[in-house]
């Protein structure tokens, strides 16, 4: 929060506009991004469901007049009654805020009420924050799939959610 000031947050769905503002994201959050082109690709998808995470601030925000910014985003793809969480990236400025957290729980209840009966991720093994935030919500660790991640090469950990 800024001194003086106050911050308003909004999970919305992402949209063209938004499509700059997360490949910058992309580029500061993994070690290969996807490209504006994807992201673009993923909202045309009908398997895909993406937010953002949108982060207003200063002291102007009562007369609207407050600095918006893309503080994170997420995309869940739902294939055949089972979701999987794709990405999941806060803007490195921002963590430790609990934005990771709005977010999981706005891809969890839309997978509950899109009738998945479970989530899968994958997760680089180096990563312990987001492996932690994941178990926090009930997903357990599945399966390994070594050297799957490069830049550094590195092991994917598999985890999984049952919701049903």
Not at 32 to 38: F, K
Not at 47 to 58: A, C, I, N, S, Y
Not at 128 to 145: H, I
């Amino acid at each position: 929060m800024e001194a003086g000031g106050q911050t308003k947050l909004l999970v919305r769905p992402m949209t063209e506009r938004d499509l700059p503002e997360t490949a910058s994201l992309e580029r500061l959050s993994f070690s290969v991004p996807w490209s504006e082109t994807l992201l673009s690709e993923c909202l045309d998808s009908r398997l895909d469901l993406v937010w953002v995470l949108e982060e207003e601030r200063g002291s102007e925000l009562q007369k609207g007049e407050g600095r918006k910014k893309i503080a994170g985003y997420c995309n869940l793809r739902i294939i055949a009654g089972e979701a999987e969480l794709m990405r999941i990236a806060v803007h490195p400025d921002l963590r430790g805020r609990g934005y990771a957290r709005i977010l999981m729980d706005t891809l969890v209840r839309s997978a509950r009420e899109q009738g998945a009966s479970v989530i899968t991720l994958e997760v680089r093994n180096s990563n312990q924050a987001a492996r932690n935030l994941y178990k926090s919500y009930g997903f357990v660790e599945e399966a390994v799939r070594k050297s799957y991640y490069t830049e550094p090469v590195e092991d994917a950990v598999i985890m999984g959610l049952r919701l049903s």
